[in-house]
Structure formats: C-alpha cells, structure tokens
C-alpha cells in the first residue's frame, strides 16, 4: 500500500508542478450547474454553510462593512460577487473560493498593520479567485477527491457493519480534499501576489505594505518559541500553504520600486480593529506561543495606539510565561497599562497578584483596593477582598 | 488503491469499537481518582479515562463524551497538565504552577477547556465553595464547538494539601447540561483530599 499512496503523491507533486489552465473570470460568472466548475462550487457552498454556523464567526456589522469596504476598493467589479466571513481564529490567514466565499481570519486582522497590507492579502486572495485558481487544482487533483469519496463510502461500510458511528472519518476525508484543492502551486502563488499588489497599489495603497507584511510574519516566526515553528518558512498560517521565499518578497519590493508611494491609512484601520483588540489578543496568547506573542505585542506597539490595552497584554504574556524575570518584568508591564486610559480593569488585580509575591505589600493592597474601586460589578471581588484581608490581618 | 483505503476505513472503525471495549462502568458510590483524592458518584457514570489519553485526570460521561463529560482531576502539583501536550517540549496546552492566584487557578482551568478543542471559552459566576474543609473556587463556563454547539459547564479548583484538585463538568446547554448538573456537582461537593 505504501508504494502506491507514494505514487499517488508523486503524482500530485507532479501536477502541482504543471497546473492544469484555466480561463481568466469574468466578473458576475455562474457556472453550469453541471459543469467540473458547478460541481466545485457545490462542494464550496457546502464548506460556505459550515462558516455560516461555525463558533467563530465575528458578527460584528461594523468591522464587516469595513473589511468588505476594503475589498470592493481594490475589486469594484467582482465587489457583489464576494462573500466576506471573518473568523476570530488566531492564525493570519485568508481564503476564497471560486464561488466567491472568502474567509479572513482575525489573525490575519491582528497582524496587518493598515489597511494598505490588509488591501494587499485580500487582492492576493482575489488574485486566485480572478484566475480560477482553485478550477486549475481541481483539475490536476481530481484523484483526492476519489479518494475522499472511497474513503466516505468504506467507513460508511465498515461502520454499518461494526454499528458504529464513522461520519467523522467521511469528513475528514471531505476536508482533506477541500484543503488540497486550496492549496496552490508557488506559480499560483506568485500569479496571486503579482495580482494582490496591482489591485492594492492601483487603489492608491502604499506598495511597499506587500513585501512588509510577508517579512512582519517572517519576523514573528523566527522569534517563536517553538522550535518546529521558528523552522519553518512560516508560522501556521496562510504562508505554510503558500510558499514562501525570498524570491518571491524580493519580486513584491521590485514591484515596489516601479510604484509612487500610496496611503497606508494605518490610523483608521486600527480604529477598525481596536474594539475587537482584547479578545484578539488573548486568542492570540492561548496558542502559547509567548515569544511570538510578545514579538507581535511589540510591533502593535509601535504606532503608540492602544498602550493600555497593549501593555496589558504583555503583562499577561509575561506572566503566563513564567521565565526567569518575567514576573518583575509582567509587573511592570501592567504598571505601564495603568497609566493609560484604555487599561482593562483587570491589570489592578494582577498587579496587585504580582506585588505581593514580589513582596510588596504595600503597593498590593494599593492596586487591590483601586481594581475594588473600578471592578463594582466584577464577580470575582470576594477573591480579591480574601486576599486584602489576610494582607491586612497580616501586618 | 480503492481496496487499500476501503481496507483502512474499516481498521479504523474496528480499532475505534476496540477501544470503546475499554470504557468501564463506574457504579454509584465512591469512585477513586487517584492519589489519596475520592469522589461519591450519585448516580452511574462510565469512565472513558482508559481512552482518554489524560494522565492524573479521570473522565466520566454518562451519554457519551459528545453529550456530557465530568473531568476530575487527582492533586496537581507543578508541572502537571489538565490536557497532555501532543510534544512536552513545545507545551501548546496549560501547565500548573504551584504559586498560581485564585484568579490564575480559574485561568488554567478555562485554558485547559480551550486547549479541549473548544472555542470562545468564557467563565462567569466565579463563587467560593467549601469543600470537606476546604475553601475553593468554582464557576459557570460557556463556550461552544467549533460547528456552533452551545456548550455550558461548571469548573472547580480547590487548593489542599499543596496540591490542586480539579473538576470540569461540560454539556451541551440544550437539554444535556440541566440533565445531569446535579449529580455533576454533587460529585464536586464530595471531592476528598
């Protein structure tokens, strides 16, 4: 058996090699329902109405209407046939699929800087869409998706027999066929990202965002804290599926250098994301990559927007890291969140937490009584009152 | 190939019913964790810690996994996880830490729910709980499965003995998580260190 799944993946890597061509689309195309290219849309829909219900959907209207705005600026013409779903998953990552079902993913939104790089990505993922991209995989990959199919229909088999429940099996089968269709040649690649940056550029965008959020993701990557990540190109994400290399960032700033500068409206976008910043981030921290998180607090940083919040987060990186240090330097972060206005009102309690192991007693009993003073309503002010209590009964 | 993967499809299903052979019953009555720690159980659970691949945590379920689940763990120390890490050396999941806040106990306890596969893990209601002796904290958790499934809960840690003692008691909140709260938190109150 292991020759012949050898032989079907050199097959594979055979075809990837060597697409197969598509036609470029044009905008408001509706595909015969029996065509290859209706087929594939029904299989999309299907993965569309899973999105619909999925856990992690962001609602937001306003944050929506944002990012739909920013696609329709660099897509007039395709604008109504783009579905845009946003999903609060820590991963910088976006997909679309040839039925105009996009996917952009919170961490996507967290890293982007401005709107310029998020202009960018977005025309990248159109760039597949405009090219039928995802048809040209279809056609070179037809043997993954027989093979989901004699997968579905023998655990179906094998489950009836034994009384079992195998439709876990069916579609993890379905997905692993829907993964390989979305997963592009470095041609594709490098198609996508030539489209990605005309679009964005041609909108007025600054074209030096292209190569800048490719290299911010590199820079991320090298400071992980895991060793398998901080090996590869880059951290799980859109880019694991889309090679990258320096080839491929030098041929985005070569195409930078033949542009006049642009906007990159780096104000307004992080206006755009800071009501969903917080949760953002503490999705961010529970991968427990804490090098890759600090990495990217720090660069959040730099525009001087948010530092409550921002310095909140590092306090918690920091705390939850527990490294030699880290809980001097985790105080000292929440401290600085306190100066500012935005600080979450949990950064007295941890402050608070933080002084008294560190042996300040004092300065505890300080931030406790100021988190009791804001956090009126906080359901966990008994835990707060047990710990001022024992300090003073202490003293 | 189709004879290949038909082939694997069914191995898969028949090391799937071998391993369901492992799941135990756990009568009514005292049921050990593990370590000098014991619970009563009010009412029958299956125990599905063989197939659980959790280290220091039992897990019962009534329903099955999928419909309702009690995690209880034997005294954590330092080091320890609610949730195994698939590589130690790259911990993706929780790890205790003696030194833990209250705050931070409620923390771990969520993050170990996350690191369950769950999505938008919140906690609310955090209350003091007595428990043979022992002050503790426990709380209300709602998060959901990544296909949507509204999933409520009930978490607990108590602190004795320089150990912690978890509980984490999960459902669905339709019809499942009413169903079975009470003999779940029942089986939380009689935690013995």
Redesign the interface.
Known sequence: MSSRVAAVAAGLLLASAAPALAQHRAPGLVPDPSSVEGGLWGVMERTERDAKNSADLNTDPALNDYVRGVACSIATEYCSEIRIYIMDRPLLNASMAPNGYMEVWSGLLLRAENEAQLAFVLGHELGHFVENHTLERWNTQKTWATAAMVITVGAGVAGAYYGVDTSAIGDLAYLTAVASVMNYSRGQESQADAIGFERMAGAGFDPTAAAAIWRQQQDETRASSFRSVRQSEAMGSVFRTHPLTAERVAALEAMARDHAGGREERERYRAAIRPHLPAWLAEDLSRRDFNASLALTERLERDGLDLGVLEFHRGQILRQRRDDGDLESARDAYLTATKYEDVPVAAWRELGDLELRLGDREAAAAAWRTYLERATTADDRWIVEDSLTALESNS | ??K???????L???L??AA?ETVTLAPAGAYAVGKGSNVTLTRAWSDFTPISGLKKVRMLSIDGPLLNRLYLSEGLVTGDYIVQPV?R??????LY?A?M????Q?EFVA?SV??MSY??VAT?????VQVNGQRG?R?DIEA??????VIKGVGQAVKANDRLYVAIYLAPGEHYFAESRASAESTMDSVTF
């Not at chain 2, 609310?124 to 003091?128: A, E, F, L, N």
């Not at chain 2, 959901?144 to 499934?149: D, S, V, Y």
């Open positions: 190939m189709k290949s993967l038909v082939s694997l499809a069914v898969g299903a028949a799937a019913l369901c590589n050396r790259e911990a993706t999941t929780p830490d030194s806040s209250v705050t931070e409620v993050n996350t690191a999505e938008r609310s209601g955090v209350r003091p904290v709380f959901a499965t990544e296909a949507g499934l």
